[in-house]
C-alpha cells in the first residue's frame, strides 16, 4: 500500500491550493484518513481528518478555511485549502488507515509567502 501526495507549492497569501491523497496498492479496507502538516522547528499537528462514516474533523487554525473531502471509488482523499497565511508554511503529510494499518504519504510542501 502506497500513499501519494500531491498539490503543493508557493502561493501568496490569500491564496488557495488543493491537496490530493490517493492510495494504491492490495486495498481491501479504507478507514480514516486525514492531513497533518509539519512546520519546521514544530511538531507534527493534525489538520483535517475524516473517518470512514464522513465524520469531519479541523484543527481550529484552518477551520473556515479548509474543507476535507474524500472519494472513496478512487481512495483519495483531499484537502481544499482557501486564505493561506504563511503560518499555513509546512509539509503536509497524508495519512490513512488502510487495512487496519497506519500509512503516510511522503509529504508535498506548501510554501505561503508573497
Known amino acids: 500500500v502506497q500513499l501519494q501526495a500531491s498539490g503543493g507549492g508557493l502561493v501568496q497569501p490569500g491564496g488557495s491550493l488543493r491537496l490530493s491523497c490517493a492510495a494504491s496498492?492490495?486495498?481491501?479496507?479504507?478507514?480514516?484518513m486525514g492531513w497533518y502538516r509539519q512546520a519546521p522547528g514544530k511538531q507534527r499537528e493534525l489538520v483535517a481528518g475524516?473517518?470512514?462514516?464522513?465524520?469531519?474533523t479541523y484543527a481550529p487554525s484552518v477551520k473556515g478555511r479548509f474543507t476535507i473531502s474524500r472519494d472513496n471509488a478512487k481512495n483519495t482523499v483531499y484537502l481544499q485549502m482557501n486564505s493561506l497565511t504563511p503560518e499555513d508554511t509546512a509539509v503536509y503529510y497524508c495519512?490513512?488507515?488502510?487495512?487496519?494499518?497506519?500509512?503516510w504519504g511522503q509529504g508535498t510542501q506548501v510554501t505561503v509567502s508573497s
Open positions: 495519512n490513512g488507515h488502510v487495512n487496519r494499518h497506519d500509512y
Open positions: 475524516i473517518s470512514g462514516g464522513g465524520s469531519i
Open positions: 496498492g492490495s486495498i481491501f479496507s479504507i478507514n480514516g
